[in-house]
């Protein structure tokens, strides 16, 4: 029992890891240029598609992702400069519009390129074993290469936003947007990169999951929702609010799954409690927001204070 | 694509807006009219060209009309984006289904439940969405959506992703009316005909000219002592149960219900119906949906990555004109302001 | 006249660090006209701001009517009646001039769920604000787009809107502020056919149109009141002269 929780924890931690690496871009794109993107999960899904393409090319999970990194780098630069540029100074539903667009757009690409049918990738040799991390708890050793290449990361960013002019920057544009193009500061550039950076991050994810997940048109969709959720949750443009909110509903999302209908068996009859437990896990991470912004409307680390 | 939005058309809603002696242009007036005209004529159509499917894609395209004349409520006229508004077709279509399936035909009972039932959602994600503005509220309808959409595909008992089939349509006072495909079309001419004019009043009481006043400058509207909020949920709310109507007619008419009725996707796509016809104008939303429908058709037809084609006409639209595709549906409707 | 309506105390609002109004006292008597002025940067329009409920005060009270009405909204110190205008004209483009003003008549006249009636006819609620738009002058732009309105005529629209709440003090930010000699002198003649049926406070560079208006004046620098007095006596204080007018006088 005790070996099975720490076990979906741990799941629910690789699940949150993911959600941040594109829930990271996504909330500055949120924060800083105050655009609604809906298209970021679909960078998600071309990270995967990219990978199982080059990895199936070159016959090695490694290169296929090293590869894949730059060109959905690549294709999120090409996205700002083509398309989102535009869209800065547009009212917000002109920007939902023209991102709704997009994922049609891109969706649609995917299905003519790779077909409807989803692909797998083969996982890596090298991490198809698992660990024995205590006692007889065993974890495959890839969700923890997940886990640690997350972090990572989650560390390299947190030591950008914090440590460098360019996160000194993002950090002010959150909160200041004008004062930071007042100082003379290359705003387009700024946000060309902000944007490859999230694109990047958000293939690197999909990129990621493609050997455990399989990699199908509808996945960007999926997580660009929860992405939405984790975003609310930890406040928009708040880097570190995302990581908090991500791993938050990683792990109430796997354990609701996996233990709720547990947890019910105590209140009702099996039956009853493996229905009811099927019907509410899935809804638990909104009902955690709805919480959140009751309490606080405006997340749990708000960026920007004063004028809100 | 939106030559097909009848630049004839001609503002509607400014007789809203104008001073009340101030008398629209008689195009303005007529075009209701027109419209409703002739969207009674099409069974004449179906009939001549025997072709009965023409009164099934005119039934769908009436009853999307319905939807988005209800979005169209909260977005057009109180600037609130929602992106989750399909759910509340998926809330109507459900109290027709899971009603059905206890052996409760009667469709005035169905849509009693359906109207509670997406009333009370609409009140309590409303009352958490409308604390919030701008890009936060639109991504939290979204999750609400979603939310609701999860809900449906984990139900198993009435289906889940499977969606469940319904034996026949609903019933009124016992007898099987809706069953004949015409009778099923005037009567939803008649429901959004009524939606239509219920709109018009709702815009123009003072409930509507508040919940316009704050679209166009909150600060204001508080500066003159109206507290927003009360009436942007009022409006939600409103909005919720209209498109829930919608569902228990478009359950009826395809005598089946499933999850798929309230993915995000049709909610974005209900957004782009209300502004292909005219976001904040009483027929646009009319006009937007029956285009869209009739576009899904052809480019259906033409081949199935046709979502391709109405992405790239989104985005370009929206690039292509300076004032995004607002501003484009009102230079097609002649330059009128409203 | 010697009914204080609006009486504030220790009135303050950071910034951060910056203290934007800082222990600010007022007394403004019913019925006068009482006019802040004071550099730019003095931290007037927070006043206002904090005074009209738009901002939420740090410290410090505000008595209106000798009620605390420190804790209220905005709504809720209109319906007392007290009403504001903006700086930057803010009013509701796309509505008729009427309508305008109608909104504000409705917004005190019973529940506005209402959903049935058009409230474009509501002939009690159109009187009323015509005879609010008579008052400012307005009578015969009714029937036009507000947007359409020249800047003074939207200033003047402004007055009419804050005038139709029902108010019984005026807050009015600048309401000179980027009108013509014309236009301006329109205005000044509108707010002192105010004077003893409102209470006006007043923020305004236009230093003419203060002196010749004031019954009061009140200086603001660097959030605090440095004198206040009757104008004259304002006019004539070395604080004032050294930190206000004199910089008037070598410009």
């Known amino acids: 029992m005790l070996n099975l929780f720490l076990l979906q924890s741990l799941n629910g931690i690789q699940f949150g890891i993911l959600l941040f690496l594109v829930a990271a871009g996504l909330t500055l794109i949120f924060g800083v240029m105050d655009l609604i993107n809906l298209a970021h999960g679909v960078l998600y899904m071309?990270?995967?598609?990219?990978?199982?393409?080059?990895?199936?090319?070159?016959?090695?999970?490694?290169?296929?992702?090293?590869?894949?990194?730059?060109?959905?780098?690549?294709?999120?630069?090409?996205?700002?400069?083509?398309?989102?540029?535009?869209?800065?100074?547009?009212?917000?539903?002109?920007?939902?519009?023209?991102?709704?667009?997009?994922?049609?757009?891109?969706?649609?690409?995917?299905?003519?390129?790779?077909?409807?049918?989803?692909?797998?990738?083969?996982?890596?040799?090298?991490?198809?074993?698992?660990i024995q991390l205590m006692g007889n708890l065993r974890y495959p050793t890839f969700r923890i290469l997940i886990i640690a290449a997350g972090l990572a990361t989650a560390l390299g960013l947190y030591f950008m936003v914090n440590h460098t002019r360019l996160g000194m920057l993002l950090r002010a544009g959150a909160t200041h947007g004008a004062m930071v193009s007042a100082l003379?500061?290359?705003?387009?550039?700024?946000?060309?990169?902000?944007?490859?950076?999230?694109?990047?991050?958000?293939?690197?994810?999909?990129?990621?999951?493609?050997?455990?997940?399989?990699?199908?048109?509808?996945?960007?969709?999926?997580?660009?929702?929860?992405?939405?959720?984790?975003?609310?949750?930890?406040?928009?443009?708040?880097?570190?609010?995302?990581?908090?909110?991500?791993?938050?509903?990683?792990?109430?999302?796997?354990?609701?799954?996996?233990?709720?209908?547990?947890?019910?068996?105590?209140?009702?009859?099996?039956?009853?409690?493996?229905?009811?437990?099927?019907?509410?896990?899935?809804?638990?991470?909104?009902?955690?927001?709805?919480?959140?912004?009751?309490?606080?409307?405006?997340?749990?680390?708000?960026?920007?204070?004063?004028?809100? | 694509m939106s030559e097909a939005a009848t630049p004839s058309l001609g503002p509607v809603s400014s007789s809203?807006?104008?001073?009340?002696?101030?008398?629209?242009?008689?195009?303005?007036?007529?075009?209701?009219?027109?419209?409703?005209?002739?969207?009674?004529?099409?069974?004449?159509?179906?009939?001549?060209?025997?072709?009965?499917?023409?009164?099934?894609?005119?039934?769908?395209?009436?009853?999307?009309?319905?939807?988005?004349?209800?979005?169209?409520?909260?977005?057009?006229?109180g600037a609130l984006v929602s992106f989750g508004h399909a759910a509340y077709i998926g809330i109507g279509a459900y109290a027709v289904g899971i009603l059905s399936s206890y052996g409760i035909n009667d469709l005035l009972l169905q849509i009693a439940a359906a109207l509670a039932a997406s009333g009370l959602f609409a009140l309590v994600t409303g009352y958490l969405s409308l604390r919030t503005s701008g890009v936060y509220f639109i991504m939290i309808t979204l999750a609400f959506g979603q939310m609701a959409f999860f809900f449906m595909v984990s139900l198993s008992a009435f289906g889940?992703?499977?969606?469940?089939?319904?034996?026949?349509?609903?019933?009124?006072?016992?007898?099987?009316?809706?069953?004949?495909?015409?009778?099923?079309?005037?009567?939803?001419?008649?429901?959004?005909?009524?939606?239509?004019?219920?709109?018009?009043?709702?815009v123009a009481s003072r409930f509507g000219r508040v919940l316009r006043g704050t679209r166009d400058n909150p600060t204001r509207m508080r500066a003159i002592g109206f507290s927003p909020f009360s009436f942007q949920l009022t409006a939600y709310v409103i909005a919720g149960m209209i498109a829930a109507l919608a569902g228990v007619l478009l359950?009826?008419?395809?005598?089946?219900?499933?999850?798929?009725?309230?993915?995000?996707?049709?909610?974005?796509?209900?957004?782009?119906?209300?502004?292909?016809?005219?976001?904040?104008?009483?027929?646009?939303?009319?006009?937007?949906?029956?285009?869209?429908?009739?576009?899904?058709?052809?480019?259906?037809?033409?081949?199935?990555?046709w979502k391709l084609g109405l992405g790239l006409i989104l985005v370009l639209v929206v690039l292509g004109s300076r004032d995004g595709m607002s501003g484009l549906a009102r230079r097609l409707r002649g330059g009128s302001d409203v | 006249m010697s009914d204080v309506l609006l009486k504030?105390?220790?009135?303050?609002?950071?910034?951060?660090?910056?203290?934007?109004?800082?222990?600010?006292?007022?007394?403004?008597?019913?019925?006068?006209?009482?006019?802040?002025?004071?550099?730019?940067?003095?931290?007037?329009?927070?006043?206002?701001?904090?005074?009209?409920?738009?901002?939420?005060?740090?410290?410090?009270?505000?008595?209106?009517?000798?009620?605390?009405i420190s804790p209220l909204s905005m709504q809720n110190r209109v319906h007392l009646g007290l009403a504001r205008s903006f700086q930057i004209t803010s009013i509701l483009d796309g509505f008729s001039v009427l309508e305008n003003v109608a909104m504000a008549v409705q917004a005190r006249s019973g529940s506005s769920f209402r959903f049935f009636r058009n409230a474009s006819r509501e002939d009690d609620i159109n009187a009323q604000a015509s005879a609010a738009l008579a008052r400012v002058q307005l009578a015969d732009r009714a029937h036009r787009r507000a947007g359409s309105l020249s800047h003074g005529e939207k200033r003047q629209l402004e007055i009419a809107i804050a005038l139709a709440t029902g108010a019984r003090l005026l807050l009015l930010d600048e309401p000179l502020a980027g009108t013509g000699h014309e236009e301006s002198a329109v205005l000044v003649d509108l707010m002192r056919s105010l004077r003893g049926s409102h209470t006006l406070v007043l923020i305004e560079h236009d230093m003419d149109a203060v002196f010749s208006l004031a019954d009061h004046v009140s200086v603001l620098v660097y959030g605090r009141v440095i004198a206040s007095g009757e104008p004259a006596a304002v006019r004539a204080h070395p604080d004032v002269r050294a930190a206000y007018l004199g910089e008037e006088e070598i410009a």
């Open chain 2, 251 to 305: 359950a009826n008419q395809v005598q089946f219900v499933s999850p798929a009725y309230m993915t995000w996707a049709r909610s974005g796509e209900l957004i782009v119906m209300v502004v292909l016809g005219g976001m904040g104008t009483l027929l646009g939303p009319i006009i937007g949906a029956t285009v869209f429908i009739l576009l899904e058709d052809v480019l259906a037809h033409f081949s199935e990555h």
């Open chain 1, 184 to 308: 003379g500061v290359n705003i387009r550039r700024l946000f060309m990169i902000v944007f490859g950076l999230g694109a990047m991050l958000a293939g690197f994810a999909g990129g990621m999951v493609a050997p455990i997940l399989s990699v199908d048109p509808g996945m960007g969709d999926s997580i660009l929702i929860l992405t939405f959720v984790v975003i609310v949750i930890g406040g928009v443009g708040s880097v570190r609010g995302a990581f908090v909110a991500a791993i938050l509903v990683g792990l109430v999302d796997t354990l609701g799954r996996s233990f709720g209908p547990m947890l019910l068996r105590n209140l009702l009859d099996p039956a009853a409690a493996a229905q009811m437990g099927r019907t509410l896990a899935p809804m638990l991470v909104y009902i955690l927001m709805a919480a959140v912004l009751y309490l606080r409307p405006t997340g749990l680390f708000p960026m920007g204070g004063g004028t809100r």
């Open chain 2, 160 to 202: 889940g992703d499977d969606g469940i089939s319904l034996s026949g349509r609903s019933t009124l006072f016992g007898a099987d009316l809706l069953r004949s495909n015409l009778v099923l079309f005037y009567g939803v001419l008649g429901v959004l005909a009524a939606a239509f004019l219920l709109m018009r009043m709702l």
């Open chain 2, 16 to 77: 809203v807006i104008d001073a009340p002696h101030v008398r629209p242009p008689l195009l303005a007036q007529s075009a209701p009219w027109l419209i409703f005209g002739l969207f009674a004529a099409v069974p004449l159509l179906a009939l001549a060209t025997g072709d009965s499917f023409i009164l099934v894609v005119a039934t769908r395209m009436l009853i999307f009309a319905l939807a988005a004349l209800s979005l169209n409520l909260i977005m057009g006229y």
């Open chain 1, 46 to 130: 071309i990270g995967a598609y990219l990978t199982a393409a080059f990895a199936a090319m070159t016959g090695s999970f490694a290169y296929g992702i090293l590869i894949a990194l730059p060109a959905t780098l690549a294709i999120g630069i090409a996205l700002e400069v083509l398309v989102f540029r535009r869209l800065y100074d547009r009212s917000h539903l002109d920007q939902v519009l023209a991102t709704f667009g997009l994922i049609l757009i891109l969706n649609e690409t995917v299905k003519i390129i790779w077909g409807s049918a989803p692909l797998s990738v083969p996982m890596p040799e090298a991490f198809s074993g698992s």
């Open chain 3, 8 to 68: 504030v105390e220790g009135l303050r609002k950071n910034f951060g660090a910056l203290k934007v109004t800082d222990n600010v006292d007022l007394a403004v008597e019913a019925g006068e006209i009482h006019a802040l002025i004071g550099p730019n940067g003095a931290g007037k329009t927070t006043l206002i701001h904090q005074l009209s409920g738009n901002l939420k005060s740090d410290f410090g009270k505000i008595f209106f009517d000798g009620r605390d």
